[in-house]
């Protein structure tokens, strides 16, 4: 990159932004206002500002990529096999590298964090539910089928799915009289509930914080 082809800029008697002279120091500059690198302040260095300060259609891809990173964030907390929250994490790292506002590295890191978290309980919460209420393996697989065959009568159906199909399975597999069954289902229920809960809470805020960075 040579530096001497970027035109200096600097705040404007408005609070806008104007050119001036050629010079060999590069200048990062923001919808709010002109960062100088060696200050340490703003985007990283791996993001090109001028072309997103000066490119309209470029912001717009951006906002409508990580609105959509969060509203399949949000499906995928709750539908199998998609991993909701870190993909609504990752349209919050869009916003940071290419938005049109400026995001702190703070708030980036934070989510990141709540994410990480989140997704470790909705790891082990359903597995300490099933094992407390003495269930097995084909609670959870049962529970599993059941969510997804139930996706066609959303969000009822998700949710009776999912304990029908942990209770069959714990009778008919698992060897179980129906009142262990029924223990095992609600555990694996509750586990269900508290994981996809929190993931569905989550996504649901950073889709939030989204709007808020995108408008």
């Not at 001497?4 to 010079?23: D, E, V």
Request: proline share 5%.
């Amino acid at each position: 990159l040579k530096t001497k082809s970027l035109p200096r800029l600097r705040r404007g008697p408005a609070g806008g932004l104007k050119s001036c002279c050629s010079c060999t120091k590069v200048h990062w500059t923001f919808s709010k206002g002109t960062h100088d690198r060696s200050q340490g302040h703003g985007r990283p260095w791996f993001s090109n500002p001028y072309m997103i300060h000066n490119n309209n259609i470029m912001e717009t891809i951006i906002i409508i990529l990580a609105i959509l990173a969060g509203v399949i964030g949000i499906a995928g907390s709750i539908l199998p096999g998609l991993p909701g929250t870190p993909i609504s994490w990752v349209g919050l790292l869009l916003l940071y590298i290419w938005g049109p506002e400026e995001m702190q590295m703070k708030t980036l890191i934070i989510w990141g964090v709540v994410v990480a978290i989140v997704s470790v309980v909705d790891y082990v919460v359903p597995m300490y539910f099933t094992k407390i209420t003495g269930g097995s393996r084909f609670a959870e697989r049962g529970a599993l089928v059941g969510l997804i065959l139930g996706i066609i009568f959303t969000p009822v159906g998700m949710i009776l799915g999912s304990f029908l199909g942990a209770f069959l399975s714990e009778m008919y597999w698992g060897k179980k009289s129906a009142g262990d069954a029924l223990k095992a289902a609600i555990g694996s229920f509750l586990g269900f509930i508290t994981g996809t809960g929190l993931k569905t809470i989550v996504s649901v805020l950073i889709l939030w914080r989204i709007f808020i960075f995108c408008f």
